[in-house]
């Protein structure tokens, strides 16, 4: 079955460390996102790629760093500066823009 | 800036009471609004793609349409499984990107 697997499902770090989550798509989707969620808020987009080796800005994107190095993958870095790390992250892949939005199942980072 | 706001925050239902939940958004090109609903600790599950006014979807006792200015997702006498909390959200233009409203949790009470 075709879907987004992201990995660890739970995530935890000392403040001051940088982390990495990680997300594979085997939809053969060409573009891919990262949006955080955080308690009774909307999802909000960190970053997204429309194709291999490129990606844009989203939202929220300071403190994050993506790569996009191949279709099926687009890991996201959480760095130290990122002030708030704690929260679901959520990775997403489409066909198109006209197309809907396939989820991962989340990671739940903590840091303490 | 774009916005999308969903009401209310909350809703609960008891087993087969019908009721309606709204999207509104100001946004100025919309290409596509978008209903998913999420499970706690899972990722958002996709429901309907609306494109254009008066258009209409349906899926079991879910139900949504779109206006102008806002969408609606109706359920028809709910069952417990029903409960989740369902998010809107929509896009813009030529852009990739999808603007999420910060959703509406249904619990549904037998």
């Known amino acids: 079955d075709g879907g987004i697997t992201q990995s660890p499902k739970y995530l935890f770090r000392k403040e001051g460390q940088n982390v990495t989550l990680s997300c594979e798509q085997n939809l053969n989707h060409d573009a891919m996102y990262w949006y955080r969620q955080d308690p009774g808020q909307g999802l909000r987009l960190i970053y997204y790629?429309?194709?291999?080796?490129?990606?844009q800005k989203g939202d929220i994107a300071e403190g994050y760093s993506v790569s996009r190095e191949k279709k099926e993958s687009f890991p996201l870095t959480v760095t130290s500066a990122q002030k708030n790390p704690t929260a679901f992250y959520l990775c997403?892949?489409?066909?198109?823009?006209?197309?809907?939005?396939?989820f991962g199942n989340g990671t739940r980072l903590t840091v303490t | 800036e774009d916005q999308v706001t969903q009401s209310p925050e909350a809703l609960r239902l008891q087993e087969g009471e019908s009721s309606s939940l709204n999207c509104s958004y100001t946004v100025s090109g919309l290409r596509g609004l978008f209903w998913y609903r999420q499970d706690p600790g899972k990722g958002p599950e996709f429901l309907f793609t609306l494109y254009s006014a008066g258009e209409e979807k349906e899926k079991e006792r879910l139900k949504a349409t779109l206006t102008k200015k806002e969408s609606f997702l109706h359920i028809t006498a709910p069952k417990p499984e029903d409960s989740a909390t369902y998010l809107c959200?929509?896009?813009?233009?030529?852009?990739?990107?999808?603007?999420f409203g910060a959703g509406t949790t249904v619990t549904v009470r037998a």
């Open positions: 790629s429309q194709i291999v080796n490129d990606f």
């Open positions: 959200a929509v896009r813009v233009g030529n852009d990739y990107k999808l603007s």
């Open positions: 997403a892949s489409t066909r198109g823009r006209d197309s809907p939005l396939h």
